[in-house]
């Protein structure tokens, strides 16, 4: 690691206004003041712009002076920084963290209370937080509000999805600020769970457009004891406020200082594909506490999945309530039960003839007949196998063909009992030899009726991934609060859904084509996503001819998903017998790499479009992605990318003629041709259609 930090003052100076700090190439810059009330207060500026108005910063207390008022400025210090790092797995083989940092020491003369605020400025944007240090009248406290606002000064489109504290798994709306109105959306979506206070209140990450075409992303990074920031919008005025998480009496932190928030962030830029690139929000978390990361492998996977959520298989073993039913209160197998010994067998046998590294187990546990709607508190106990699963020949029969197993947490929220069990389940894992587990929040928080986002939760899952690493187990969660880049310092906290997945187009009204082209502006920017691509058998009338739910895409952007939507861990998440019958499709998924060299986003729009290319780890290898929302697209890529003098195989998986995501969502066509870094290709998207290619060199 290369790291230069410079103690002097760097592009900083006094502007009419306050104090200004520049992003290394000047691009941003950020000024600060204290207003006449003593008032922390910030304005951004993007090529000499104004995007961010005066806004007021600060932290309320309960039953305490609000850190927000009253302030005189002690000291300032800056540093420059420009280094890189590696991590275990990512888009790319390096990540560059430059920027220019300043610290305003405050004292509040009411209190004696120090309060710093520390920004760095990056080229893509700018990033602060609150910083308490150690102090005699400041030990133990509660914050009860944070008071940062974010001041656009325009109208802008926004993609945004209503502000419930317990869920991410919403499609997103493109409207403008002044639109935004939780009270009129349909709710009748498939979502369980709703916990929206207020109309006006958003997620973050909220990725915006000014009417002049600027791209503006609001976010947080490093969100570790504390919740997850919400915004409250103004609608009239543009201005956003943070809305902290509450807990189940409405407090939002218990901290101690010294102690300091989570970064909250802007991103600028006119080029949309300089957002979905940035590193930012890694860049702002602590770098790896694992020292032996060697365990941590990415994962091709298949599962004991999609035939519960199409409804061939059940999860429970007897049916539901059976067990209180029958007379002698002893289960009976309903017949339907999908994860027994014999069917796990078969997917291992498919996982290994296709090359695929684990396989997924799910409903391999007792406590699936009372998991859902009554909400036990102890229903699972993470160890005990159904009586038609065998742990032992199950997970021996895996080692003998080379796959890894990984494990399946339904903790349906029951939180403390999964604490409880979290030792036991481990060692279990470590017994067989599982190297991952996929945890899952199903429903509101047991006993406390805490919110997912709220700091109890996201303390658990950093305790889970932190635990996990001890036992050397990689964590992918799910209805877990969306990540904030955590997984530079947790690298085995290996993927997360925290978002609405692909398993939505399986039992409701789905997701929209323009959602998976919104989610690297939104979900992905704060780590990877378990979105379990791959649905081949895109109608669920062939399972069911009174089904109408459909997956809304081509089968072409199935694939191209798996090189748009980043993740180290990938599902093909059909069934494997849809799989034999387009096998020459699910040549790609085979093919495609899960861990990169390098990424570069060529075209990106949010809401129409994304095209991304990647070099596989370690190899001359690329694969390309290419997706479109509901409107069919065409488009000319330079392949300047690959390596220059070289040639290369490219097989091209691209939409047939007829192609449409909701007409003909199964018309694809694949394509070989010869290629070089001079080359030019022509693409071919339908209607939520999509291109992936594999480009292999030619010896
Ligand atoms: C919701 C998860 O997203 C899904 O993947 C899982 O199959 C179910 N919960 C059951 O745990
Ligand atoms: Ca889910």
Redesign the pocket.
Same mark, same amino acid.
């Given at each position: 690691m290369k790291k230069f930090i410079l103690g002097f003052i760097v592009c900083f100076g006094i502007s009419s206004w306050g104090q200004e700090i520049q992003s290394p190439s000047k691009k941003i810059s950020v000024s600060f003041s204290l207003t006449s009330e003593g008032k922390p207060a910030y304005q951004v500026s993007y090529l000499n712009q104004k995007i961010v108005e005066e806004s007021e910063l600060g932290i309320a207390l309960k039953n305490n002076v609000a850190l927000d008022h009253g302030f005189s400025l002690i000291d300032r210090v800056t540093t420059t920084v420009n280094e890189s790092w590696q991590p275990v797995l990512g888009e790319q083989a390096t990540i560059q963290n430059v920027y220019n940092q300043i610290t305003y020491y405050l004292l509040q003369k009411e209190t004696n209370r120090k309060l710093n605020i520390i920004f760095r400025v990056y080229d893509e944007g700018v990033a602060f937080r609150y910083d308490i240090p150690k102090q005699s009248n400041l030990n133990y406290f509660v914050v009860s509000d944070e008071k940062t606002h974010f001041n656009l000064l325009e109208n802008h489109k926004a993609f945004w999805i209503p502000g419930d504290y317990d869920s991410q798994e919403y499609a997103y709306n493109e409207t403008n600020l002044s639109e935004i109105d939780n009270s009129k959306l349909d709710m009748n979506n498939g979502i369980g769970v709703k916990s929206i206070a207020s109309p006006y209140r958003v997620q973050s990450p909220l990725m915006l457009k000014s009417p002049s075409g600027i791209y503006i992303n609001i976010f947080e990074a490093a969100v570790v004891n504390y919740p997850v920031m919400h915004l409250d919008v103004d609608p009239k005025k543009f201005d956003l406020k943070s809305d902290l998480v509450p807990n189940a009496i409405g407090d939002k932190a218990y901290l101690q200082a010294p102690c300091a928030s989570p970064w909250r962030t802007i991103m600028i830029s006119n080029d949309a594909r300089d957002i979905v690139g940035s590193k930012m929000i890694l860049n702002l978390n602590e770098p790896s506490k694992i020292t032996d990361t060697s365990w941590i492998k990415p994962m091709k996977y298949v599962g004991i +999945?999609w035939e519960?959520?199409i409804g061939k298989a059940t +999860?429970d073993y007897a049916g539901s309530q059976n067990a209180q039913n029958a007379a002698d209160g002893q289960l009976k197998p309903s017949g339907k039960h999908g994860a027994t010994t014999a069917n796990t067998k078969r997917y291992i046998d498919f996982a290994a003839k296709h090359g695929f590294d684990g396989v997924l187990v799910?409903g391999w546990n007792a406590g699936w007949e009372d998991w859902f709607g009554n909400w036990k508190e102890n229903v699972f106990d993470f160890s005990t196998p159904y009586p038609d699963f065998n742990l032992k020949e199950v997970n021996d029969y895996a080692k003998a063909k080379g796959i890894k197993m990984i494990m399946?947490h339904?903790t349906s929220g029951s939180v403390a009992n999964y604490e409880r069990h979290l030792d036991r389940a481990f060692e279990l894992m470590q017994q067989y030899g599982y190297p991952a587990v996929?945890s899952?929040y199903?429903g509101k928080i047991i006993p406390r009726g805490e919110y997912h986002d709220g700091q109890t939760m996201v303390n658990h899952y950093n305790f889970v991934a932190q635990r996990a690493a001890d036992y050397k187990l990689m964590v992918n969660s799910? /209805?877990s609060s969306r990540p904030t880049g955590y997984s530079r310092t947790y690298p085995n906290y290996i993927a997360a /859904?925290a978002a609405r997945?692909n398993?939505f187009n399986a039992w409701s009204v789905g997701n929209p084509p323009m959602h998976e082209t919104i989610l690297p502006f939104t979900r992905l920017l704060g780590g990877p996503m378990?979105y379990?691509p791959g649905i081949f058998e895109i109608k669920m009338n062939i399972y069911d001819p009174a089904k109408k739910e459909q997956v809304h895409t081509t089968l072409a952007k199935q694939l191209a998903l798996y090189v748009t939507l980043y993740s180290p861990l990938q599902m093909a998440a059909d069934l494997p017998e849809n799989y034999e019958k387009y096998i020459d499709a699910f040549q790609f998924i085979k093919d495609v790499a899960v861990d990169w060299d390098q990424s570069y986003y060529l075209e990106a729009e949010p809401g129409d479009y994304v095209t991304v290319a990647r070099k596989t780890k370690g190899k001359d290898e690329w694969f390309l992605g290419a997706i479109t929302d509901e409107n069919p697209r065409k488009t000319v890529l330079k392949l300047n990318f690959l390596t220059p003098g070289k040639k290369y195989k490219a097989t091209i998986y691209e939409d047939g003629k007829d192609a449409h995501w909701e007409k003909n969502p199964k018309s694809y066509a694949i394509k070989t041709i010869q290629v070089t870094s001079e080359s030019k290709i022509k693409l071919n998207l339908a209607n939520g259609g999509g291109t992936a290619i594999s480009f292999i060199p030619i010896k």
């Open positions: +999945w519960m959520h +999860w799910e399946h339904e996929k899952g199903v799910h /209805e /859904e997945g398993e378990d379990t």
